[in-house]
């Protein structure tokens, strides 16, 4: 009975907390991650409209610049992540401290008896 309250109470925290999606662009040695909606939106053309030099190379030691051609645009690899949640973090640390509070109690009622 106690435990299905506790869930109960536990339910509104767990619809409410959401994970924050990240879309990764990555196009020659250029690299930007942006915080996303949903990972449909991650596309090629998200990237470039994020940052338009994501293709652009240093090609000499004079730090001259080239804008890539069309087909390197192409290659570009994007990828769709998200970073833990709050929900995730809160049943991780219960546990580790359900654990700890456990192993108190045993070592408590052990050295009293």
Do not use: W
Not at 7 to 17: A, N, S
Not at 20 to 41: A, H, T, V
Not at 75 to 96: G, R, T
Request: aromatic fraction near 12%.
């Amino acid at each position: 009975m106690k435990v299905s309250i506790l869930l109960l109470f536990t339910l509104p925290i767990q619809i409410t907390t959401a994970y924050q999606l990240y879309c990764r662009c990555d196009c020659n040695q250029n690299s930007i991650i942006n915080p996303i909606e949903k990972c449909g939106l991650c596309t090629k053309e998200y990237c470039l409209n994020q940052d338009k030099n994501l293709c652009v190379v240093k090609d000499d030691k004079h730090k001259n610049k080239y804008d890539s051609s069309e087909k390197e645009k192409e290659n570009i690899i994007i990828s769709c992540f998200q970073v833990e949640s709050f929900k995730d973090s809160l049943i991780i640390y219960s546990f580790i401290f359900t654990v700890l509070g456990l192993l108190a109690y045993a070592g408590y009622k052990t050295y009293i008896l």
